[in-house]
């Protein structure tokens, strides 16, 4: 009796845990959505929640409120907003581009206000209001332009050591999409987050092809470039991948050692305007000047 008196606790407390689970099963499942939403840059906890917080409202209006006016102030040349390829580019994807330039626009009119409120006129006094300005304009713009320079740097300098591990998945037995996915978890950076989302596209019904395309509209660079024709072209013709990868592997860090030598050449001219104006001054005035002292003193 005992003994069956612990299998029926056993199989009510299975039931239990299965009717729970049912139970669970649609909010496990709205879940998984929301994180692969989350991938793409849009906060899905909020929409779930019971009721909303008070700060998100805030940003809310405040995002809107900067849309309104980088709509409205939007324009051509220097007052062009920044595009949404060099956001993506520079990892920014919580944030749309008429978002981005209504902060631009509002801090370029607010702190300069601020700062002529602040205290009377002077000429230090404009000259600061005038740096403010300038840098309150045309700094975010900078900022996201090195940043996505530096992502597509780094991009282009991981890719050939993404190229050599798919090589070894490929040929060790698995098909693309197998070692995209496997190689995708073992790189951290630009690259990583690049693969993962491409792989959320695919799990959220895009094909290869179309997730590759994605990839590279956000990571406009040849190497990138390279790596989506070789595997658009092999899996369209049947050419083998791997063999495709490994020239590609080749061409690609042929194509970084001539950037090496780019940059090496362009480093005596970046060098002349330091040395003009900063080191050959001072080298100067230490060495000819006790000379030239001692000359004024003579002549004196």
Not at 215 to 223: F, H, I, K, N, Q
Request: glycine fraction near 8%; hydrophobic fraction near 50%.
């Amino acid at each position: 009796m005992t003994i069956l008196f612990i299998i029926g606790v056993l199989l009510i407390a299975g039931a239990g845990a299965l009717v729970a689970r049912a139970l669970a099963l649609p909010r496990m499942r709205m879940s998984s959505q929301l994180r692969q939403i989350e991938s793409y840059g849009f906060d899905g906890t909020d929409i779930v929640s019971d009721a909303p917080a008070a700060d998100y409202s805030l940003r809310r209006r405040l995002n809107e409120l900067a849309a309104q006016v980088g709509r409205r102030a939007s324009g051509r040349g220097w007052r062009a907003p920044v595009s949404t390829i060099k956001l993506r580019a520079a990892g920014v994807y919580s944030i749309d581009p008429d978002v981005f330039h209504g902060y631009r626009v509002i801090a370029t009119i607010g702190l300069p206000l601020f700062l002529l409120l602040t205290r009377p006129l002077s000429a230090l006094w404009v000259l600061l209001i005038v740096f403010t300005t300038a840098l309150a304009w045309f700094a975010p713009a900078l900022l996201i332009e090195t940043r996505a320079q530096r992502r597509m740097d780094r991009i282009d300098r991981d890719l050939p050591e993404l190229i050599d591990l798919l090589i070894a998945t490929i040929e060790a037995g698995l098909g693309f999409a197998g070692s995209l996915q496997l190689v995708a978890d073992r790189f951290q950076g630009p690259l990583g987050q690049e693969l993962r989302l491409a792989l959320h596209e695919q799990s959220m019904g895009l094909t290869t092809d179309q997730a590759l395309t994605n990839l590279l509209e956000r990571c406009e660079t040849p190497s990138v470039r390279g790596f989506t024709r070789a595997v658009s072209q092999g899996e369209t013709l049947g050419v083998s991948i791997g063999t495709m990868m490994r020239n590609l592997a080749g061409e690609t860090r042929k194509r970084r050692r001539q950037t090496a030598k780019e940059k090496i050449q362009k480093a005596p001219v970046k060098m002349l305007f330091p040395l003009v104006f900063c080191i050959f001054p001072a080298l100067f005035t230490v060495v000819l000047f006790p000379a030239l002292y001692r000359v004024i003193e003579q002549l004196g």
